[in-house]
């Protein structure tokens, strides 16, 4: 089983940027890693998703803003976000698993192991 620590959140203006990081206690490579966040009040929902051939996606809320990446060891998960608005609010998570082919990537149900969350606050 992965462990997963997730750093880099804090409170920034709308417009500003934050970049996550998400450290695995052992090689990612072959995993399809994600990152979701989750607001008060709201279902937990995935932002960025990349699989074991570093393909991304992402929600339609944040494209064009934010990027996922993973490090050259394969034990480090990025997400660098740009033009921070106030509906990115939310702790933010990271995930790993083995996703089926054709899954929907984006369900966080079929990740298995999960970070403990890194809070992002953007102010208007």
């Known amino acids: 089983q992965v462990q997963l620590v997730e750093s880099g959140g804090g409170s920034v203006q709308a417009g500003g940027s934050l970049r996550l990081s998400c450290a695995a206690s052992g090689d990612i490579r072959n995993y399809c890693m994600g990152w979701f966040r989750q607001a008060p009040g709201n279902e937990r929902e995935g932002v960025a998703v990349?699989?074991?051939?570093?393909?991304?996606s992402y929600a339609d809320s944040v494209k064009g803003r934010f990027t996922i990446s993973k490090g050259n060891a394969n034990v480090t998960l990025y997400l660098q976000m740009n033009d921070l608005k106030p509906e990115d609010t939310a702790m933010y998570y990271c995930?790993?698993?083995?996703?089926?082919?054709?899954?929907?990537?984006?369900?966080?149900?079929?990740?298995?192991?999960w970070g403990q969350g890194t809070q992002v606050t953007v102010s208007s």
């Open positions: 990349i699989d074991s051939d570093r393909r991304a």
């Open positions: 995930a790993t698993g083995r996703i089926a082919s054709g899954a929907n990537k984006f369900d966080p149900n079929p990740y298995q192991n």
